[in-house]
């Protein structure tokens, strides 16, 4: 069976685009607009929490919410809330915001990290709650997301300024404490341990981004720490009317060019691929992929390969970018073992696509294959043959392209893989 014989059209999908038109003046009215800014007395050391995924923009928001509070007589610094990413240490947190753009240079003010906490007691159902002692001794607290879908369960709050101030607050403890309990601990504490830290931490508020379908900042809005229970729901509502998805409802092979950190909590976003891997818990409906294959660690990543596990067969390039480490520290921490183990590992990436069709069980000819750049990128993919009628014939997408077989250089590594 060789990849030799594979042909991949070039396909694009319709994806919505709502970009905003002035990120900075949206950022700075909504947060004088929200509130916030009045419970801010002059000289008031201000918190700003940044956390660890690849967020449209991320650093100029940061900028905005950093300028805008010097601007209202506060002295900001900015702490990780990234809970137990970066490998659990300050200077591993203060790398992962640097690669983002954030720093003391760039931001024009300190940036604080460290993983020691404040115990904040507990929740009714008995949840420690954890606070970062750097933001907990603050003035106040304003932590800055991105609003989405939750990898790893539904519910009406998901990701965003919720998990930010129960998790990422929380630092190592914290994280842990929430996953301990799976699944189910994040649908049911992640609201109660960030209603905690409100009563009981100096929480002003937060910065909710939400992007539309090709990554791009679409909408702002901050919040009053009071009205970021109730108002949230909304919020992650209009994220996910506008989250991309794979034109196809099943699949024999995807294979995904890079995964990592930057991209997804889990490396792949486990909503796009169709799995979560979580013991006792239900798979998505869809998309059915009987076989996933993944080609690389984005360098952000730094060496962070949680959710390798999630893959069916990975390439030996991937596993040699991995920190061992790190990511036992971050699967540990999340309570989702089978996201760390390694699957089968082929050489080049002819053989990992070799390995795919194996596994599959398919022919060249007749496998129903998909490959995209990453879980975040789904404007443009490529698509076998066998596939390619029923991908264009949902609406908004077409054909941009003609077939061609996939390109590896005398090493066996794929050609037009987009560097990082």
Request: aromatic share 2%; with cysteine.
């Amino acid at each position: 069976m060789s990849v030799d014989q594979l042909r991949l059209v070039p396909v694009r999908q319709t994806l919505i685009r709502r970009p905003l038109a002035d990120l900075a003046a949206a950022v700075a009215t909504t947060l004088r607009q929200s509130g916030v800014l009045d419970q801010i007395a002059a000289g008031a050391r201000i918190a700003v929490g940044a956390g660890s995924r690849g967020i449209s923009r991320y650093a100029e928001v940061v900028a905005v919410v950093v300028a805008t509070l010097r601007e209202a007589g506060a002295h900001p610094f900015i702490v990780p809330a990234m809970g137990s990413h970066g490998g659990a240490t300050a200077a591993g947190q203060l790398a992962v915001l640097r690669d983002w753009g954030i720093d003391e240079a760039a931001m024009g003010c300190p940036v604080i990290s460290s993983m020691h906490v404040v115990a904040l007691g507990q929740t009714p159902a008995g949840v420690p709650v954890f606070c970062d002692a750097a933001a907990y001794a603050s003035d106040g607290i304003i932590v800055v997301n991105r609003v989405k879908p939750h990898t790893d369960f539904h519910s009406t709050t998901e990701s965003g300024l919720t998990k930010m101030l129960a998790i990422g607050l929380g630092k190592r403890e914290g994280a842990e404490a929430i996953h301990r309990r799976g699944a189910a601990g994040l649908r049911e504490d992640l609201p109660a341990v960030a209603a905690a830290q409100v009563r009981r931490a100096p929480v002003l508020g937060g910065v909710a981004i939400i992007e539309d379908g090709v990554h791009a900042v679409s909408e702002v809005v901050a919040l009053p720490a009071t009205a970021i229970a109730r108002r949230e729901p909304a919020l992650l509502d209009r994220a996910r009317a506008m989250a991309p998805a794979l034109p196809f409802a099943a699949a024999d092979v995807l294979v995904v060019d890079w995964m990592g950190k930057d991209i997804s909590g889990t490396g792949m976003d486990t909503t796009v691929i169709g799995r979560r891997a979580i013991d006792g818990e239900p798979e998505p409906a869809s998309p059915r992929i009987g076989t996933i294959a993944a080609l690389r660690l984005t360098p952000a990543s730094h060496g962070n390969a949680t959710g390798i596990g999630l893959a069916d067969v990975v390439s030996q390039t991937l596993v040699a970018a991995m920190d061992a480490a790190a990511t036992a520290v971050n699967v540990a921490t999340s309570g989702f073992p089978r996201r760390g183990v390694v699957p089968a590992v082929a050489d080049d990436d002819r053989r990992t696509l070799m390995a795919a069709l194996q596994r599959a069980g398919c022919a060249p000819e007749s496998v129903r294959l998909a490959r995209i750049g990453d879980t975040l990128s789904l404007e443009h993919l490529l698509v076998s043959a066998a596939l390619l009628d029923e991908v264009c014939a949902r609406p908004g997408v077409v054909r941009c392209g003609e077939a061609c077989a996939p390109l590896f250089d005398a090493a066996g590594q794929l050609m037009d893989l987009t560097a990082r």
